[in-house]
């Protein structure tokens, strides 16, 4: 008798299987049609807001692309006219150079326009116009799209104008903030407020101020040699370092020691 090899299918079994591919292939059909009805359904309900949406993207990122286009513009219309009007001051046509910095000036908000601020504020300084410019400068300083360190320059430069004219007190309550060590300004700062207290006879005040900026290495020589004489005027001590002082003037210790001993003698 023939026996069924061990691998071969029966009919039943054979049968069964085409059935449940039959099967998963309707399945199949049936799922994809699902599928296309959902997304033909999200397509009608949402398809124009997404559409639009989409719509209203691109139209920003074209007027960003068109607002960019235009600040560049500006800015390199603004910085022919700084160049320009920097020619001109170089030229010596420093009233030229006031006029064409006029309308940039005029312009609200920081950057350029703070600049052009300054420098017309610059040339009514020179020009002898303290109070114009007092005035510029005070509108720098309360111009708040301007750089903290530009309206703090505004400040000590109205001052420094009006200094003749401003009340001591005055002066010390509005450059205090800036003369402190670690400030940009607190060398010229600490100067014209050390003056208000000597004027308010505030002898040791002004000695102290004297002194700090006498030490501060980051402050500019000339004001450090000016604050030294005057500390030593007012019986502050303000050299740390008397060989490194002396190194720097060019004066050799035996000399120095020597000049000390003839004024003494005399």
């Given amino acids: 008798m023939a026996l069924t090899p061990k691998n071969e299918l029966t009919r039943e079994e054979k049968r069964e299987r085409q059935e449940n591919a039959q099967q998963e292939a309707l399945l199949r059909e049936v799922d994809d049609a699902v599928r296309q009805g959902d997304a033909e359904a999200f397509l009608d309900k949402w398809g124009k807001p997404l559409l639009g949406l989409l719509l209203a993207g691109l139209a920003a990122f074209a007027g960003y692309l068109f607002w960019e286009s235009r600040q560049e513009a500006a800015m390199e219309r603004d910085s022919e006219t700084l160049v320009g009007a920097l020619d001109q001051i170089q030229a010596g046509n420093i ?12 312009k609200e ?67 205090k903030p800036l003369a402190v060590p670690g400030n940009a300004y607190f060398a010229s700062a600490g100067e014209l407020v050390a003056h208000a207290y000597l004027d308010q006879g505030k002898r040791a005040e002004a000695g102290a101020l004297f002194a700090q900026i006498a030490k501060d290495d980051e402050s500019p020589e000339t004001i450090r040699s000016r604050a030294r004489q005057m500390a030593g005027v007012l019986g502050v001590d303000a050299i740390e370092d008397v060989d490194a002082l002396l190194e720097e003037q060019g004066v050799e210790r035996e000399q120095a020691d020597g000049e000390d001993a003839a004024a003494v003698t005399e």
């Fill in 95 to 106: 009233d030229t150079g006031f006029d064409r910095l006029e309308e940039l000036a005029g």
């Fill in 109 to 175: 908000g920081g950057g350029a326009a703070v600049v052009a601020a300054m420098m017309r504020a610059g040339i009514a300084e020179q020009r002898g116009d303290d109070e114009d410019a007092a005035a510029m400068f005070q509108a720098i300083a309360e111009n708040g799209d301007a750089a903290p360190a530009m309206r703090d320059l505004a400040t000590l430069r109205r001052v420094a104008i009006l200094y003749d004219t401003m009340d001591s007190a005055q002066i010390v309550s509005t450059l």
